[in-house]
């Protein structure tokens, strides 16, 4: 996981892509809220945002 990410940030200084960091960062938090409210009481609350 870590060579990835150290390639990733590669990748977006090569080519000057920094834009695309804060893309990936909300896709990333919205990932893994959505895994997170899969078993929890919360649940209902999240899926009306979307």
């Known amino acids: 996981m870590g060579s990835l990410l150290k390639e990733l940030f590669a990748y977006l200084g090569a080519r000057k892509k920094w834009w ?19 078993g929890s009481a919360i649940a209902p609350f999240i899926y009306t945002v979307f």
């Open 20 to 38: 695309l960091a804060p893309v990936l960062v909300v896709l990333i938090l919205f990932g893994g809220l959505l895994i997170l409210a899969q």
